[in-house]
Each structure stands twice: as C-alpha cells, then as structure tokens.
C-alpha cells in the first residue's frame, strides 16, 4: 500500500499561471520561477495517508491531510492555475478542514495547532502541496532517515 505524505510550502511571491498550471498537473516541464521559489519556501509537515483514506464518498474515511490537499488543488486549478493566496478566510478554511472528523480513519497528522501557526505566520502568502521539502533533513515516518532530494 502507498504512503503519501504532505507539506505544505508557503511562497511570498505569485507564481506565474503557465509554471502553476505545469505544477498542477504534474508536467515534466522547466518551472524556474516555481523551482526557485520552493527551494526557499517555508514549510510544514501536515500528514500522511494511504490508498485506503481516497474513499469513493467525499469525505467519507478520509484525514486531515487529504482534506488539505484536496482544498488546495481546487483553489490552485480552478478559476486559474496558481499558488492560492493564504488569507485569513482560506486559513480559518484549512484550520477547520485539519480537525479530526468521526469518520477518519487513523493516520498520521501534525499537531493542529503547529499548523495553525504557520498558515497565520505567513498570510499573504502562496501556498503549494509538496511529498517533502527540499533537502536531506529527516522528514516524519522516513525509515532511512533522509528525505528524497
């Protein structure tokens, strides 16, 4: 069974619609602006989940971090492609999509309010999904304890 597992990279500066639209749908092509800006990016470590939390039902045995991406997507892809812009509505939004819910199943989640802090530390922000963040530092649940480069 697969392992997924989200960060989320917060970028202080937009990124451009052709390079957001290439990120989005996981094109192998040249996104500079967007490369450059997740090398610098801040980041936190939201969760994991695996094949059995991408239920048929939306919502139904799901978890926090599925919640999350799955948001982001939409705001990134539609209307635009972009990095979406973390205001205080889009926060409040994701803080209350992180809380647990009756019917996840168990997995993996960061502390709610770690992840609260850092959507409110950087409003006015983009934010985009990453598996993890750019460097050799450990990430959770790493068994070999280097994250991929």
């Not at 917060?10 to 500079?32: F, G, H, M, S």
């Not at 450059?36 to 695996?50: I, N």
């Not at 812009?85 to 019917?103: C, K, M, T």
Request: with cysteine.
């Amino acid at each position: 069974m697969l392992e997924y597992r989200l960060w989320l990279a917060a970028v202080p500066k937009p990124i451009p619609e052709t390079e957001a639209r290439t990120y989005w749908n996981l094109k192998d092509l040249p996104t500079p602006t967007l490369d450059g800006a997740l090398k610098h990016a801040d980041y936190v470590y939201v969760g994991s989940w695996q094949d059995s939390h991408l239920a048929e039902v939306p919502q139904s045995g799901r978890c926090p971090a599925v919640r999350i991406f799955d948001r982001l997507f939409c705001r990134g892809t539609i209307d635009c492609y972009q990095a979406p812009v973390l205001d205080a509505r889009l926060r409040d939004e994701l803080i209350d999509l992180y809380r647990p819910r009756p019917g996840d199943l168990p997995a993996e989640c960061t502390d709610a309010d770690e992840v609260a802090a850092f959507l409110t530390a950087h409003l006015g922000w983009g934010l985009l999904t990453e598996e993890a963040p750019p460097t050799t530092a450990p990430s959770p649940g790493d068994t070999d304890g280097l994250a991929d480069e």
